[in-house]
């Protein structure tokens, strides 16, 4: 048997982007997947790419900034396929701004969207994953959460700062029980938001490595960290950046 057979995932913020990638690629590894995210006619647009038939891609409507539609969320997917093994805390907003403009209410969305929402799907998995004695959690960090960012706002950086040690406190509340929790901190990464591709090559000159990163590469750096080859990483950050921050 391969060995994510009979394994799902629940992928956050799945329907473009980073997230469309990850669960694309935690597909074609044999998970079964969950495409979870607001937009639900992207979301499944990508399920019914993947598996038309229903029965190894779904799409899953949340709004992760809402507490109770990530519980709905959760119990419709539980459902359907069980408790999921796999989490990967993806959706997020990205949001540029000065840090003399944000306003107390600004900050609370963001924080709300990028970070209670993890804490949330991280209670939510992580108790029943620590019951079925496996499990594994990824949380989308960034190069923000380690360094301020370069251009995004510091309550996008602080959730993303958040993220980061709420990985290490979950990784150590569940190390003793199957379950892993790392994150994954990508800098300049090649996604719509980036702009045109003569914007992605200039950033990319600025890098160490001498071009922007692909949404692949991320995905790939996640399915190490959900794999079966990784049951000995945990509370971990794994840089995906071109070299931009090196610890
Ligand atoms: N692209 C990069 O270079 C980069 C770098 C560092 C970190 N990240 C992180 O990676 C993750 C994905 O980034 P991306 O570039 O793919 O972003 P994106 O904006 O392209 O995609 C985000 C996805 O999340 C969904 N989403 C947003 N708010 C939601 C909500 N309230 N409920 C449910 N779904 C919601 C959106 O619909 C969208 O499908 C984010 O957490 C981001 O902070 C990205």
């Not at 997020?92 to 970070?115: F, K, Q």
């Not at 602080?158 to 994954?184: P, Y």
């Amino acid at each position: 048997m391969a060995p994510n057979e009979n394994r799902s995932a629940l992928v956050t913020g799945a329907a473009q982007g980073l997230g469309a990638a990850i669960a694309r690629r935690l597909h074609a590894d044999g998970f079964r997947v969950a495409i979870a995210d607001l937009n639900i006619d992207t979301a499944t647009a990508l399920a019914l790419e993947l598996d038309a038939s229903g029965a190894t891609a779904r799409a899953l409507a949340v709004d992760v900034s809402d507490a109770d539609s990530i519980h709905r969320a959760f119990a419709d997917q539980t459902a359907a396929w069980g408790a999921p093994d796999v989490l990967v805390n993806n959706a997020g907003r990205t949001v540029r701004s000065s840090i003399w403009d944000i306003t107390p209410e600004e900050w609370d969305a963001v924080l709300r969207t990028n970070l209670r929402s993890y804490l949330v799907f991280c209670q939510l998995a992580g108790s029943a994953m620590r019951d079925k004695g496996w499990g594994r959690i990824v949380n989308m960090a960034s190069f923000a959460g380690q360094q301020g960012g370069l251009v995004t706002g510091a309550h996008y950086a602080a959730s993303k700062a958040g993220a980061l040690v709420l990985t290490k406190i979950f990784a150590r509340e569940l190390a003793g029980d199957g379950v892993t929790v790392n994150s994954v901190s990508p800098a300049a990464i090649h996604t719509p938001a980036m702009g045109s591709d003569a914007d992605a090559a200039e950033i990319g000159r600025t890098l160490p490595v001498g071009r922007v990163g692909t949404a692949e590469e991320v995905a790939a750096a996640v399915a190490y960290l959900v794999g079966p080859d990784s049951g000995f990483v945990t509370g971990s950050t794994l840089d995906v950046n071109g070299g931009v921050f090196m610890r």
